[in-house]
């Protein structure tokens, strides 16, 4: 196998060019427990797309201000956006997310409010949950 990269002193490069496929695993689980991220907490990733710029971006705005009020009825996650995907526009869509970051797994209580969202959104705008996405693009 022939790998290329900037940059040869990273973590992964090192422990591939080892075969030392345990000392990555520890080395990311113990990242990934300091970060909150799986599967020492959970990400939910709220992707909103509309072929409507403007009423996409309102919308993400106004969800942001309802998940506030799930916020502060239970603790314990943090609210990260909204802001325009990585990847702004796919297929005429235009594309705003919400990231929610938890501490531990979130109870079914938040999860069924987190679906009720969706009645906040117009008929335009498609909202998606992903509870604990590959990737955020």
Known sequence: MILQTYTPDHPVIQAVQRHDYLAFMQAEL????????P?????????????????????????ARALQVVQAAHEGFEILGPAPAQVMRVARRFRWQILLKSFQPLPEAILSDLTQLRTLC??????TLDVDPLNLL
């Open 122 to 127: 117009p008929p335009t705008v498609s909202l």
């Open 30 to 37: 113990q990242q990934r427990q300091g970060l909150h991220y």
């Open 39 to 63: 599967p020492y907490g959970q990400l939910i990733l709220l992707r909103f797309s509309s072929t409507d710029a403007e009423v996409v971006e309102a919308t993400a705005e106004e969800l």
